[in-house]
């Protein structure tokens, strides 16, 4: 077999040299304070028989998809799954892609057209900047969370009296996967509505976590008719996996025209798509919601009562970030924690920016609060 080239052995040699290189871990029986299978649905054997029940009854015995989606793989289920999507997300419409990086990079490459403005939050998800960086549109990021500053930037940029053939996109998440927090989705929102913008929001973190029923923050602040496209990932609090985007028919009829990511790739099998509609019935029924909240505020109490809130960012949701400088100081601290039984991921740079190095919590339905308070007691020992 070929060596690597130079350039990229190189490469992996630097990411070594600054104690970033990323590997592969195995599964381990430690407790989960890493996973985003916020509700334990992942591992819940209730919806696996569900699941399995629900195939069987119906006779949809097929292991694969056979095809994409405008070929041979539209699998009967897909229509059954996107019209109970809608349904519970209150959107016209819904488009199921194989995964929620599909969805954004799908999205964003083929929707901005050239002449179009993009302005997005600096941490959006590596699957919007991805799919931004496949635009023909022109993209400027701003501040984290601030719309002062996407005011300015949009003011500086956009065309006035707008060209009426510009179209202007902002793309926020609900909550953001690497700090946990929230922007002001409804000002968000109100500022999109004033300016003819189209908003876009990411709603992979808060599906399953916010809204009555885990229907997301959208719908909890009950604006689900604002944004021009809503993304549900289910990979996380609905533990299986997969993505839909909510939003119009006519956006629905140009992502299956247009969207790569979604043309031309093998659709999703009949069993990951019963798997998603198992999940979404279960969060119908499920007191798991509750109970993950209480560990969120259980959580907050204790970063409280053992001081340790400066080093914190400011979350209500399931992700909270202890930032402590230095990839080889938080790979140290969490290096404790898993000899002391906790897993805790942490996260270096470049995957954030160098200085802001954290350890990311992620909270569960399943912790205790005997073991959220151990972790927190310990952690307060190495910061
Ligand atoms: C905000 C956000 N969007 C999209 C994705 C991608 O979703 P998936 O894991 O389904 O590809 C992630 C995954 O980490 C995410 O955090």
Do not use: W
């Not at 908003?199 to 602040?221: R, S, W």
């Amino acid at each position: 077999m070929n060596d690597l080239p130079d350039k990229l052995q190189r490469k992996l040699d630097d990411r070594n040299a600054s104690n970033a290189l990323r590997k592969l871990g195995t599964q381990n029986g430690l407790v989960d304070f890493s996973s985003n299978d916020y509700l334990g649905f992942s591992k819940s054997e209730a919806l696996f028989e569900a699941t399995h029940h629900y195939l069987t009854e119906n006779h949809f015995t097929q292991n694969g998809a056979t095809g994409s989606r405008l070929l041979s793989g539209n699998h009967p289920l897909y229509a059954v799954l996107e019209t109970m999507l809608s349904k519970f997300h209150d959107s016209e419409d819904a488009l199921v892609f194989n995964s929620g990086y599909d969805a954004n990079l799908g999205f964003f490459s083929c929707v901005p057209q050239r002449g179009d403005l993009i302005f997005y939050d600096e941490y959006s998800h590596a699957s919007i900047r991805d799919g931004i960086t496949m635009s023909n549109a022109k993209s400027y990021k701003f501040k984290h969370n601030d719309l002062d500053a996407l005011k300015a930037l949009v003011l500086r940029h956009s065309e006035f009296p707008s060209k009426s053939k510009q179209t202007t996109y902002i793309v926020t998440e609900s909550i953001f996967s690497m700090d946990g927090d929230t922007p002001d989705l409804k000002a968000f929102a109100d500022f999109c509505t004033r300016n003819n913008c189209h908003l876009i929001v990411d709603e992979a973190h808060a599906i399953g976590v916010f809204g009555e029923k885990g229907n997301g923050l959208v719908q909890e602040l009950k604006m689900e008719q604002q944004p021009f496209a809503r993304i549900a990932t289910f990979g996380k609090a609905m533990g299986c996996h997969g993505a839909a985007i909510l939003g119009s028919s006519s956006l629905k009829q140009y992502l299956i025209n247009f969207s790569r990511s979604f043309i031309y790739t093998t659709a999703l099998s009949p069993h990951a798509l019963a798997t998603i509609k198992s999940s979404y019935s279960e969060l119908l029924k499920t007191s798991k919601i509750e109970k993950l909240h209480q560990n969120i505020s259980f959580f907050k109490t204790e970063i409280e009562r053992l001081q340790l809130e400066r080093l914190f960012i400011s979350s209500n949701s399931s992700i909270h970030c202890c930032v402590v400088s230095g990839n080889e100081t938080i790979k140290e601290i969490a290096k404790k924690l898993k000899i002391n039984g906790f897993d805790v991921k942490p996260i270096l740079s470049p995957t954030v920016p160098k200085g802001q190095e954290r350890l990311r919590f992620c909270l569960h339905s399943y912790n205790s609060e005997k073991e959220i308070s151990e972790v927190l007691t310990l952690l307060s020992t190495f910061v």
